[in-house]
């Protein structure tokens, strides 16, 4: 692989947004990324998603990397603490699975939080603005190929898994506050009807 020479002009067309220096930036370090994850994760489902996030977070620290020939470095760093919290998530996650396995809600319970959950996503889904909430319904509603949604947005695949890993977690966000009540009622259920309803 040939090193490239990053510049402050790189640097500033990647916080803008542009598309083919967005696609070179993934690219460049989709391999790199690669070869220094297979070597600290059991599986490649682990490898791409600890490199989306280190991919999404890159994007939206950029202003914190005061030297653009150091970008390497920057991304090299922020891979070392999603590496961090991978491992301690993964942890976590292994003491669960090891706690005896205690009797779960009743089955009408369980349906009823179901139904409410999907209600609650579909909510969300339709309340989300931009892209990113275009990107979500085209795959998970649409069942759109992503084949075929590279080609609708003009990116490519690695492009489109930062872009649905950063539109998931806005979902997220969004579907927790929602969860937790912290919405007004409005904003929950819709405006009050009129008068003449």
């Known amino acids: 692989m040939e090193l490239f020479v990053f510049d402050d002009d790189y640097v500033r067309r990647l916080r803008e947004g ?20 297979r ?6 489902e682990a490898i791409d998603e600890v490199r989306q996030e280190v991919f999404v977070r890159c994007l939206e620290r950029l202003d914190r990397l005061k030297e653009p020939s150091r970008l390497g470095a920057f991304v090299n760093s922020i891979c070392e603490n999603v590496l961090k919290e991978y491992y301690r998530a993964e942890n976590r996650t292994e003491a669960l699975d090891e706690q005896p396995d205690v009797a779960g809600s009743a089955d009408a319970d ?4 179901s139904a409410q959950n999907t209600a609650r996503v579909r909510r969300v889904l339709a309340d989300m603005k931009g892209r990113e909430a275009e990107i979500l319904r085209a795959l998970f509603i649409e069942e759109l190929d992503k084949d075929e949604l590279c080609r609708r947005y003009d990116i490519d695949r690695d492009y489109l898994r930062v ?4 539109a998931k977690e806005k979902f997220r ?6 969860k937790s009540g912290r919405m007004s009622i409005f ?4 405006d009050p009807p009129s008068l003449s309803d």
Do not use: I, P
């Open 18 to 37: 542009d598309r083919e220096t967005a696609n070179h930036f993934h690219a460049y370090f989709r391999d790199l990324l690669l070869l220094k994850l």
């Open 39 to 44: 070597k600290r994760l059991r599986s490649m």
């Open 110 to 113: 369980a349906e009823y939080d």
């Open 163 to 166: 872009l649905v890993h950063r």
């Open 173 to 178: 966000v969004q579907y927790l506050r929602r």
């Open 187 to 190: 904003e929950t259920f819709g």
